[in-house]
């Protein structure tokens, strides 16, 4: 339930209607919104009397959520949110986008590459300390040690860095040298990481699972912002389906579908999505083409070299031509 | 097999060649490139042995296809196929645009549309008057009634016409109307109608089946050029997913999986693949934006009184606004 | 609309009801029940006043029909439908089994495995004299050569036999040989082959599609029924998904589904599911535990040699170990 | 690698030979089998020189494997694992039987539904006190209070209990109560998870990932096995496809599919799978018809009133008849 304020109501008031919601058992959420406050009413089971606040002072209107999910929903917000890292905004009309490597292997590979993908105009750079590999006898990451040099890569650039957290027993570590934390595909349900970066302070990218209906996909970000944290981008990768020519099926419907259904921004990964370098140029495009609110790009100096991901990887060259193609598109459509 | 013959090398040597080709017991196929001709073998069973035709005068080189497909195969045929209907042309480059209601209802609409859809800047108008229908009890079409509608819009517009055929029944009428053939997805492999389709003189549309591999797309392709018509596009149009946002998934990867292994123009229908408007016009840029060699698109000039799909169908004065921006998306990016 | 007559309604009075029906310009279908009569009606648009029918005499009460499919619909007809071929009865709570060969490939062949399977158990002789093949450079079957073998070994060994028809084109000369006719996956929405299939005087076998939602299943089941063959027997399978270890999944939960919303029975075929020899037999299994009609399974009397289909197709021997086990599954949990 | 050493070699002899291994770098991983021992060679990069060590005493032969993983792989371990718990051992042949409720609520209606499942001749007690939800609004389990439940039913029946650990940080405690730890469907690639679950002493069930494939399932369990913990048993739960009739599809393909890959015990469960209780049932006969390892089946008291999954989960009743049902069927074909 939203219980939608008049406009300019007094804190005070605003006061007494938390309390009011309080009262009954349950926790009161208070959502700024442009020119007015709303409270969102949650922890209810069952449906909630709108009789009890409609009386009281201030209360415009009280108005049922029918959506299961709540703080990621349009109807608790109109506007959307803004995530704000470094100079790029999510969520504005821009076209922000992420590049980097798939790992950090090398302070040479990374410095080489973060310079190339600043050059052509990404405004974050990418990089994963912490891979999730689905054989154990796969590289694992560099760890700290691949932190350490994304925050030189970030000295250098000045462009933010984002990169995976795994769990929850190396969020403080991440979160102390990422600017934004990204959550993978494998863990979009793994509710004590969710509920970890939903205490933390810093900017969160979720992607979607490999099977995930797009409720699920709010759902887990609800549960990141009912911890307190409203800074979350989604993130499309491709879902897995029968065919076989791509590594996952890129669903780019769910972009418009995101838009409606929530407030929050969603970015388009065409990498992850295909798996081979000759689909990613064109769903690059395409991506942008959508109106999505960023896209994430991973390019590597050396893709025939890296120890991950190298045939989806560009190449700084490529990076940079569709660099200018998606943001030539990007002036055409602008975002959806 | 191909047996690639010298340039220049004279009819009668070709019909050499050809006839080497059939004492064996296979079916020869003289196959027209740039500045050669090749011969492709057809119909063996197990491999052939190339030494057979190496030795023949203007023989350059014997390859083996690899591919379960041949006639549709890159390998077979380097250069794109270009299909020509009207003033269009799939597969040179350009991005012609096929529009039009999902079925023909009456004249007063059909005219309207094709008016509308002209003026945009369509290529050709499209229109179902035998519909494949889920429920016997739904409107299935209104028949021959509709086709003669669709000759009136081509009169009165200049615009070729694309019609979908149901069966090998009503085939000829179908040809006798129409100047490009739909096979639909649920035809996808009604193999005689294939074959059917392979023995006319015009132009095929096949759109991919409901969960149709790419390699059995291709397969249902050469069912058609392996009768004899060449003039064959493939239309990508969403598959079948666990997705519930869309009633099916566009998978455009498909699209740069399909001009690498083939040299037939593939366009795209984001109409049926999203099945709401919302959704069709993000997907229309972005198939500009994917290097397709066309895009169909559903039009009508009253949605809400459809007699069916039109919740899909664009507005016309959408459908000019997505024309304008797919034609400016399209010089950015030309096709892939 | 279902109007329910009371027990012992007159002829004449049911007559009456019908001429009611159609004055009003819809279809009157009778369904005879177990000891009632009931009137479907078809072919209206939106609702139908039951108002003007309640007070006939002989009414008892009239039902609104929610489904989007009717003949097929538990609503329609409470008692199972049975489909009885020799002296197999499909829907009675018995397990009839089909047998045979993916192909017909000669006389020698065919005998020799309906000799086995009859021994076996078996109830039907099953063999493809029409194939439909993903190339057209594949084996298309021996075509009427090969119904007339089958005929051959109905007359050796008494079995009813069950094969596929693949155009509306060869209707004709496959319902001349055979008992129950076949429509295969790929055709499941050939809707012209399903009107054809409503006029034939034979049992029809309705393969579910390979991403056919149950609605579309039962829909393609009402095309048949409603030109007026009501001996339809559904047969699941297998779907496609994104599974590779099988050919396609078996969705065995469709059967419990199916019986819940349609009278028709409903046979599983586990050959076609896997692809595999070492899980036909498991699931094989699993398909009699599950309470099926009826299971239809691929045999060879040399497999390592079948023109198709050859390792999903089981020994002779191992055949009868399957119907022993089938047999006394059956046994210990009846049909569902 | 996998380094198959002569029968009766002495432990002086095998150990110069897991020398010789780490000389090399690699890690030597002893597997007793029935009556000889192997040595697995883990974590090399690329393939290894296998005249390395065929001159050594005691080396019978080299065979190198070539599956991604190895400790789960039946070229690595020819024997079935077999995992035992309580009275039950899961991979003999025989069908053990894990039943309860989806949630522990209470005392009453766990030791209720305890007695039953006991009485009914179910071999482990099931009950979440951590629960997985999409939503952070839903009932998240009793957490301890619940684990201390399970405790107490075990006292009263005897029954070991299996319970689900969702996080590293709750795994200590889980496992101080659990006789069985469960790793679910979300979290079948958290790594964390699985590698704490590695070092555990407690078997491990690992459900598979919604969309996992054969080899990532496999994968998964290697991971746990890497840690030290081979009582690792594989469950089905049903994948994400297309359909709606049910929750998930169960893939019972996979079982005989695990069994030829790997050593490990593989159950199935049918009540997530289906969701319904209609299908629950049959789909547990087919289970038990397949030949899997076991079955976990939800029951509750007063399904009606369940706080989760009420709607698939039996009445005692109905389990005390599936139970019969599955030990007849299970009599008959033994395990696959």
Redesign the interface.
């Known amino acids: 339930m939203l219980i939608v304020l008049e406009k300019g109501t007094a804190e005070a008031q605003i006061q007494a209607v938390i309390n009011a919601v309080e009262k009954r058992g349950y926790e009161a959420r208070p959502i700024p919104g442009g020119d007015r406050v709303s409270i969102g009413v949650?922890?209810n089971k069952g449906s909630v009397d709108a009789g009890h606040f409609l009386g009281l002072e201030g209360v415009k209107e009280v108005i049922p959520v029918t959506k299961?999910?709540?703080l990621v929903s349009r109807e608790f917000q109109q506007e959307n949110t803004l995530v704000k890292v470094g100079n790029a905004v999510f969520g504005d009309g821009s076209l922000p986008v992420i590049a980097g490597p798939c790992a950090v292997e090398s302070e040479e590979q990374l410095l080489s590459i973060a310079g190339s993908v600043k050059e052509a105009g990404a405004s974050l750079l990418r990089g994963g300390a912490f891979k999730?590999?689905?054989?154990?006898?796969s590289f694992q990451g560099m760890g700290e040690e691949g932190l350490k040099l994304l925050s030189r890569a970030r000295e250098e650039t000045g462009l933010p860095v984002v990169t995976e957290v795994?769990?929850?027993?190396n969020f403080d570590l991440v979160e102390a040298y990422a600017d934004v934390i990204q959550i993978g595909t494998?863990?979009m349900?793994?509710?004590?990481?969710l509920r970890r970066a939903g205490k933390s302070h810093r900017p969160v990218i979720l992607k979607r699972?490999?099977?995930a209906?797009?409720?699920?996909w709010l759902?887990a970000a609800?549960?990141i912002m009912?911890e307190g944290n409203c800074n979350v981008i989604l993130c499309e990768r491709g879902?897995?389906?029968?065919?076989?020519?791509?590594r996952n099926?890129?669903?780019?419907?769910?972009?418009?579908?995101v838009k409606?259904e929530s407030h929050l921004p969603v970015i388009v990964d065409p990498s992850h999505?295909?798996g081979v370098r000759?689909?990613v140029?064109?769903?690059a495009?395409?991506?942008?083409?959508?109106?999505a609110d960023g896209v994430m790009i991973e390019v590597h100096n050396k893709p025939e070299e890296a120890v991950s991901d190298g045939a989806q990887s560009l190449y700084p060259g490529q990076f940079a031509d569709v660099m200018r193609?998606m943001n030539?598109?990007h002036t055409?459509?602008g975002n959806?």
Chains 1, 2, 3, 4 share one sequence.
Not at 189 to 193: D, P, T
Request: charged share 20%.
């Open positions: 949650l922890h299961p999910y709540k999730p590999r689905t054989s154990p006898y795994l769990d929850v027993e494998r863990n349900q793994n509710f004590s990481l699972g490999m099977s209906l797009l409720q699920e759902m609800e549960y009912e879902v897995r389906t029968f065919v076989r020519h791509s099926t890129l669903d780019l419907s769910v972009v418009p579908a409606k999505a295909s000759d689909q140029i064109p769903l495009h395409a991506s942008a083409a959508l109106g193609k030539a598109i055409i459509v959806s």
